[in-house]
């Protein structure tokens, strides 16, 4: 939803400007692209770039990159954001994406291997997760800042597919500046079910600190900074609250 694209573009600090380079990584209907233009103008246009997720949505981005006035040879057209995970196709895009240099990598990435079996179709939930790839693919472009939202359930180890040791070196890096988690998915996206709910982060490769982590549940919107592994549980706590109280139980009772 458009409202969603403004309040990530919205995060993305003072140093990224007009002048920088934007990706999505993953085009659908041109929210971001949009959002994008609304914060830095008219300038920015010819910047923005787009990686369709199929031929059906590069036909939806070409209409909206026409509509706003963006090059239209600025969205990819002979790949999509599956290609990326293809690894007989992945190392010629990543030299063309990584020949630009891009700033910024931001999007709303496939959760799911679209080519899953006929049982898994079936009950999508058992379907495997690939937005973690998605994400290793941005890291891979050196791009400063990435700012995505996906299934939250990554962060707690119970994503279908995401492997505990990738959880466990994305938490570790201290890389998150920002997590909006969405206890119910239902608040971003009518209409869809996504269990464990949803959550966009702004992550930037030179940063090393705290993470704002902010949980939005019934309504309720609460918040803690800290490091996202600071109990070393190896998961992150999601209860904003419990933490402060392990702390307290701690410096109480020690180790």
């Known amino acids: 939803p458009e409202w969603l694209a403004d309040e990530m573009v919205g995060t993305l600090p003072d140093d990224v400007t007009a002048s920088s380079k934007f990706l999505n990584i993953a085009g659908k209907i041109g929210e971001f692209e949009y959002a994008i233009c609304k914060k830095y103008g008219d300038e920015v246009k010819n910047n923005i770039y787009t990686i369709p997720t199929s031929g059906l949505t590069y036909e939806c981005t070409r209409k909206m990159f026409q509509f706003l006035g963006i090059p239209i040879e600025n969205i990819f057209s002979d790949f999509t954001s599956y290609d990326l995970i293809d690894e007989t196709k992945k190392e010629y895009i990543m030299e063309r994406l990584k020949n630009i240099g891009f700033d910024v990598t931001l999007g709303n990435p496939p959760y799911q291997d679209n080519q899953a079996s006929d049982d898994t179709r079936i009950n999508r939930a058992f379907a495997s997760a690939i937005y973690p790839s998605i994400i290793d693919v941005s890291r891979d472009l050196n791009t400063k800042y990435i700012s995505m939202i996906t299934p939250s359930r ?24 920002i997590i909006n988690d969405y206890y119910d998915a239902l608040d971003c996206f009518k209409g869809v079910e996504i269990k464990g709910g949803v959550s966009y982060f702004l992550y930037n490769n030179e940063y090393n600190g705290k993470c704002m982590y902010s949980l939005h549940q019934n309504g309720i919107i609460s918040s803690n900074y800290d490091y996202l592994n600071a109990l070393k549980a190896g998961i992150v706590i999601r209860d904003t609250i419990a933490p402060r109280i392990i702390k307290k139980l701690i410096a109480i009772e020690g180790d």
């Open 154 to 177: 990554w962060m707690t180890k119970t994503g279908q597919g995401v492997s505990h040791e990738w959880v466990d070196e994305m938490i570790a890096t201290n890389h998150f500046v």
